[in-house]
């Protein structure tokens, strides 16, 4: 509840001021800076970082924890200066030939200053432009000690971690809720070097091969011509290379799931994807696949939510991470492992281990929890860290190796190569987010952007100049040393293993292991995608796939098109279905949900403060929504703060709403309506049009409501009965609660969702 309560008293700060309260308690600041609008004059101190942006291990010159701090490094001294250090009088006025000009070419603080604005921006990354990030540390188990010798692994080892969330197709300002895959990246500053675990929140893949990544990231891309559809795969590109290469059915079937558009990326899963291997210290290899579970529960939005969200706050996920993040509520997930034979054949159970278009269902092979990953402290400078952090696929600490997959041999090319073009050389690991948290001793030397002034004469070995330095490490010492596995003679091929030819087994346990709910949006996804293609060649053949996948799932994507429905092309497989697979049928934690309690000055304020703070006892954010903003007043209760207005508040921010009604007097009980009752915004004829509306979608986003004190008004306003699903109203606010935390725990109330006249199955 503490930490909650901060973002709650963060929300009332807007709009009393752009000074933060308590700006004059720190340390260097003059305690007569005034509380206002006005610019300080007095010389002082720059600001320390905000309380959370407070990195445990702050990263120094060297990446190590014994340095300055960064922010002496980049802001020293109270005077505005030149980057050559000379302090400067003015920067509003170019130096002119008198007031009227001309300007005078000398101006060095005028040419200064444009040409580094001329070249602030980076290229963007390829894919996973837009992004969000924060710091951490994560805590192992010691759970792993017989199969991986990595150190950061072992019990209560603590390291610091930054992790990067992001979306793939769209552009650095797209919007955060599109349908897409997400990226979950995170980079391990370990005691034996930077491990990068660079994974996404859907398991599988589109291709089984690098050579194919150019092709799919080209289709899913706008359009050449006219560049568009931004951040998104509803267009011909997409579904003509989609439904050609039928290898990208399973992983296109998660992104029209609820999986394409996650709630936040706090309730995201995240996976490796592929198979790696894990080495003991004795030597003994296992196969392995990663697995993040995160604390919160899985949790996806509506397609209309998303789309809503992509124009009311396209920062939604950024916005959610980072205010957590701030509030104290720190976002947590469980590192998993999933444990293999390293046989020769590197298959499970039938499933090919080097076929990243494959999962191992977790009931053939449960996902054993190692570690625990925590997200403490929002960075402290977007472009600084967020921008320019690198990851690599190749950055691997002794303990976990490389199989043979052919998408993992790519990108450890790729990820590497990249780097040169968007952060301008080779020298990107001397970037303090990039700089390992272990000593650094390489014979790298030169190149554009070499900040460190290496000693010596000998970067090379054998030397006897530098006394030999530096020496060869062994196994004892940490050593890297790739795992000797060995590999089978064979005739250089263009060719995949035949097992990779399977395309729709899986597809179709996936689809298998959905509830009705959730087919339902998948339906309603094909549909729509398919629906904003122009080419009716692409849609029939996208039919053809989801033949292979389901015929059910087939025949309704064909009726919302206006198409003919296909017959499969091939017989379809049993596959057993895998309830992990489904994020319904659960029930999850409350804490973190944003509650929306509508308002009004007519209500009965006590009851509205008190349902306030069970909301924040319980670990949730109640939002306090009201026709006006600023503080609703009563006679005989505590003031209550409004944070969004009818103006601003719209149904797609609040996980539940709660309708604080107005109560009827006695004496109008008995008929006729009194003066306050009539003029409440939730009781009178008619109900504010704002207010129905966020009725309506909450309840067709099947989100629970509640009610008390004659908020049966404003929901038959709505068309919505007092006893339909998910919906709670009586006489005592606190009984109301209790019973829309209780439906929070589904997420949703999945009932509302129009059911399906078959299963599919
Ligand atoms: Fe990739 C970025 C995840 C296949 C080439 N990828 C990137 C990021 C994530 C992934 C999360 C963003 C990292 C960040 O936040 O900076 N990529 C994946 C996963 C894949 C995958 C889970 C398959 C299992 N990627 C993949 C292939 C290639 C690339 C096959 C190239 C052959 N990926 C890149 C890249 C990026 C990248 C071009 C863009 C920016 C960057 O690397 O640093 O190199």
């Given at each position: 509840p503490g930490p909650v309560k901060k973002i709650v008293d963060k929300v009332m700060d807007v709009g009393a001021g752009l000074t933060p309260a308590g700006r004059a308690d720190i340390p260097g600041v003059p305690a007569s800076m005034p509380p206002t609008v006005e610019e300080p004059v007095e010389p002082h101190t720059p600001l320390p970082a905000k309380p959370d942006q407070d990195v445990p291990t702050p990263l120094s010159a060297t990446g190590r924890t014994d340095g300055p701090s960064k922010t002496v490094r980049a802001q020293d001294g109270a005077f505005l200066t030149s980057a050559q250090?000379?302090?400067?009088?003015?920067?509003?006025?170019?130096?002119?030939?008198?007031?009227?000009?001309?300007?005078?070419?000398?101006d060095h603080h005028l040419r200064e200053k444009v040409m580094h604005f001329d070249h602030e921006r980076i290229p963007e990354r390829v894919v996973h432009a837009r992004g969000a990030a924060a710091h951490g540390v994560f805590r192992g188990y010691g759970t792993t000690a017989e199969v991986c010798k990595a150190a950061f692994l072992a019990k209560d080892v603590d390291t610091p971690v930054f992790v990067r969330f992001s979306t793939v197709l769209g552009s650095r300002g797209s919007a955060d809720t599109v349908r897409d895959t997400r990226g979950f990246a995170t980079k391990f500053y370990t005691s034996e070097g930077v491990f990068?675990?660079?994974?996404?929140?859907?398991?599988?893949?589109?291709?089984?091969?690098?050579?194919?990544?150019?092709?799919?990231?080209?289709?899913?891309?706008p359009h050449p011509d006219r560049e568009i559809p931004q951040a998104q795969s509803a267009h011909d590109t997409f579904w003509d290379f989609v439904s050609l290469h039928t290898e990208a059915t399973h992983h296109t079937l998660w992104n029209m799931s609820d999986r394409g558009i996650p709630r936040s990326f706090r309730t995201m899963e995240g996976f490796g994807v592929h198979t790696f291997r894990l080495v003991s210290a004795t030597g003994a290899t296992t196969l392995v696949k990663f697995h993040w579970k995160p604390k919160a529960g899985v949790h996806s939005l509506v397609w209309e939510e998303a789309q809503m969200i992509s124009g009311m706050d396209p920062d939604f996920h950024r916005r959610d991470l980072a205010d957590a993040i701030e509030a104290g509520a720190?976002?947590?997930?469980?590192?998993?492992?999933?444990?293999?034979?390293?046989?020769?054949?590197?298959?499970?159970?039938?499933?090919?281990?080097?076929?990243?278009?494959?999962?191992?269902?977790?009931?053939?092979a449960p996902v054993q929890p190692v570690g625990l990953l925590?997200?403490?402290?929002?960075?402290?400078?977007?472009?600084?860290?967020?921008?320019?952090?690198?990851?690599?696929v190749g950055h691997l600490v002794p303990g976990i190796d490389i199989t043979d997959d052919a998408l993992l041999a790519g990108r450890l090319f790729s990820y590497l190569d990249t780097q040169i073009t968007r952060l301008g050389g080779p020298n990107f690991p001397q970037i303090p987010i990039n700089r390992p948290h272990a000593a650094v001793n390489d014979m790298l030397r030169d190149g554009f952007h070499q900040d460190a002034v290496h000693t010596g004469v000998a970067p090379y070995k054998p030397n006897s100049l530098d006394g030999g330095c530096p020496f060869f490490a062994g196994a004892g010492d940490h050593a890297y040393i790739e795992h000797p596995t060995p590999i089978a003679a064979a005739a250089k091929v263009r060719e995949a293993s035949?097992?990779?030819?399977?395309?729709f087994s899986q597809a179709r346990l996936f689809w298998l292991s959905m509830s009705p709910a959730e087919r339902e949006h998948i339906i309603a996804a094909y549909t729509f995608e398919l629906g904003k293609c122009y080419e009716r060649a692409i849609k029939e053949r996208t039919l053809l796939v989801l033949a292979n996948i389901d015929?059910?799932?087939?025949?309704?994507?064909?009726?919302?098109?206006?198409?003919?429905?296909?017959?499969?092309?091939?017989?379809?497989?049993?596959?057993?279905?895998?309830?992990?697979l489904s994020q319904v049928s659960r029930t999850w934690p409350t804490a973190g949900r944003v509650i929306g309690i509508v308002t009004d000055g007519t209500c009965d304020l006590g009851a509205v403060d008190t349902v306030r703070r069970s909301v924040l006892a319980g670990g949730m954010v109640p939002l306090i929504v009201a026709p006006t903003g600023g503080t609703l007043t009563g006679e005989?209760?505590?003031?209550?703060?409004?944070?969004?207005?009818?103006?601003?508040?719209?149904?797609?921010?609040?996980?539940?709403?709660?309708?604080?009604?107005?109560?009827?007097?006695a004496a109008d009980a008995q008929g006729g309506r009194d003066a306050k009752a009539g003029a409440s915004a939730l009781a009178a004829t008619p109900v504010d049009p704002r207010i129905v509306l966020m009725l309506q979608e909450a309840y067709r986003h099947a989100k629970p409501i509640g009610g008390w004190d004659n908020a049966e008004a404003a929901l038959q306003a709505a068309g919505i009965g007092a006893d339909a699903l998910g919906v709670v109203t009586g006489s005592d606010s606190e009984a109301v609660l209790r019973d829309i935390?209780?439906?929070?725990?589904?997420?949703?109330?999945w009932d509302r969702f129009p059911a399906p006249s078959e299963s599919g199955a």
């Open positions: 250090g000379a302090r400067l009088p003015d920067t509003d006025h170019s130096l002119k030939a008198g007031p009227r000009g001309p300007v005078l070419l000398q990068d675990l660079v994974g996404n929140n859907i398991p599988v893949f589109f291709i089984q091969d690098a050579i194919k990544f150019p092709d799919i990231i080209h289709a899913g891309k720190h976002p947590q997930w469980e590192l998993g492992i999933q444990t293999f034979p390293d046989t020769p054949e590197q298959t499970f159970q039938g499933i090919d281990l080097l076929d990243p278009t494959k999962i191992v269902p977790e009931e053939l925590t997200l403490n402290a929002n960075p402290t400078n977007f472009f600084a860290e967020t921008e320019q952090v690198a990851f690599h035949a097992s990779f030819d399977d395309h015929p059910y799932l087939c025949r309704q994507v064909a009726q919302g098109l206006g198409l003919p429905t296909p017959e499969a092309s091939q017989p379809l497989t049993e596959a057993q279905p895998s309830p992990a005989g209760a505590d003031p209550v703060t409004v944070q969004r207005s009818f103006a601003t508040a719209r149904s797609v921010e609040f996980d539940a709403l709660l309708l604080a009604g107005a109560p009827v007097p935390t209780a439906l929070l725990g589904a997420h949703r109330v």
